[in-house]
């Protein structure tokens, strides 16, 4: 049986969410492999839209080109699944999202967090809206 989770895990953890910012940003959808799981999921909770599998997700990613938003991932905290206390985490973090036209949005995103034979991805992703509601 693996051991239960260290805190060199919660570090790989926090490195994760914040690498997705990164290679999210910066449009490297080559290394979207390192952040998510072959089967991730994005869903969209305002605008009601959802990527299944990681090449919906570098399409996603790729649509968006210059209209991409900088995001901050902020305030995480974890929970670990008591049903799978070694290999599934919970996490919960606030988000601030910079758009080109300089304003900001700001929402929670609620991940599934599991260990792979890579390390740890997500394996869903929940971006939840809060201020300023986005129409659109």
Do not use: C
Request: hydrophobic residues 40%; charged residues 25%; negative net charge.
């Amino acid at each position: 049986m693996p051991s239960a989770l260290t805190p060199a895990d919660f570090e790989e953890l926090r490195q994760l969410l914040a690498r997705f910012a990164h290679v999210f940003d910066n449009g490297d959808t080559e290394a979207l492999e390192e952040v998510f799981t072959d089967d991730g999921v994005i869903v969209l909770a305002g605008p009601g839209r959802e990527f299944h599998g990681l090449a919906a997700i570098r399409e996603f990613n790729t649509s968006l080109g210059e209209l991409s938003p900088d995001h901050h991932t902020l305030d995480t905290v974890f929970d670990v699944d008591p049903e799978d206390p070694y290999g599934t985490v919970r996490a919960r973090s606030r988000y601030l999202a910079v758009l080109p036209d300089g304003s900001v949005h700001n929402g929670d995103y609620v991940d599934v967090l599991v260990r792979t034979p890579k390390g740890w991805r997500i394996a869903h992703r929940r971006s939840v809206p809060r201020h300023p509601v986005r129409v659109g």
